[in-house]
């Protein structure tokens, strides 16, 4: 098989340029199947596979196929709900603190402060500016923040902050 053949053949079943193509074979020596495998683990080649059927005269036709290799859409999006899922559960253990310097304290879980921030986009940075005005200090603690390298440095900041004169 040619070097043209070769890259038709792994351009054919992944999505990628010549020149990717190309690169891919050079290095693997011009091994086509090394050349398919690389690109499997980088979840970009899929394989054809031929589908058998028949039909009412009990004839047999061949379908071609297309199935990625790598990962199906159903896993993709099991993946997607349990990273969200994770997302959610971590946002409910923390809260975001505001605080005064009278001592008033309040806290919402970071979840909910994410999703009202969200609604409401036009009014949160002004919030954030009259809390700041009025000697508002805004913080974050629960389980997953407290002991973490952001929580230390946002002490950091807020000391320095508060010992300038």
């Known amino acids: 098989m040619e070097n043209v053949e ?18 891919v ?11 398919k495998t690389a690109l499997k683990k980088e979840g970009i080649y899929r394989e054809e596979t031929l589908a058998m059927t028949t039909t ?9 196929t297309n199935r990625y290799t ?3 859409f159903k896993s993709a999006l099991k993946k997607f709900a ?22 008033k ?13 969200i609604l409401l986009i036009e009014f949160v940075p002004i919030l954030f500016i009259i809390g700041f005005f009025m000697g508002c200090r805004f ?19 807020r000391f320095d902050c508060e010992n300038r004169n």
């Open 105 to 117: 304290r309040f806290t919402m879980p970071v979840t909910i402060m994410v999703i009202l921030s």
């Open 139 to 157: 913080t974050f603690e629960g389980p997953d923040l407290s002991g973490t390298k952001f929580s230390e440095e946002v002490s950091k900041i």
């Open 25 to 35: 074979l050079e290095g693997t020596g011009w091994n086509l199947d090394e050349a």
């Open 70 to 72: 790598k990962e199906s």
């Open 6 to 23: 070769m890259i038709e053949e792994l351009r054919k079943n992944a999505d990628i340029s010549y020149k990717t193509a190309s690169e």
């Open 56 to 64: 009412n005269n009990n004839d047999y036709t061949k379908t071609n």
């Open 82 to 103: 349990d990273w969200s899922k994770d997302k959610i559960t971590r946002g409910l253990r923390n809260d975001f603190c505001v605080e005064t310097k009278g001592g």
